[in-house]
């Protein structure tokens, strides 16, 4: 067995038991969300797979706030 296999294979054994797709981002040092998306998706629960899409794009319209637990900045 190759390193790229066992590499590959912890990457899928993560998420397919349902840890974050951040996380295995982290593991692997993806430069990006999106390489883990392109290369994992498909073992994402697809009503992640458009949130994880994401989070290398925030939106336009996003406004992002440093909020407290109090409510305030």
Known sequence: MKFHSIRHSFASL???N???PVYVKEQLG???IQITVDIY????PSS???????LDQP???ATFRN???TGTK
């Open 18 to 20: 349902g840890q974050s």
């Open 14 to 16: 993560l998420l397919s």
């Open 48 to 54: 992640n797979r458009e949130a994880v899409n994401q």
């Open 67 to 69: 909020l407290s637990a």
């Open 41 to 44: 998706g498909h073992l994402i």
């Open 59 to 61: 939106s336009k319209n």
């Open 30 to 32: 993806h430069s990006s």
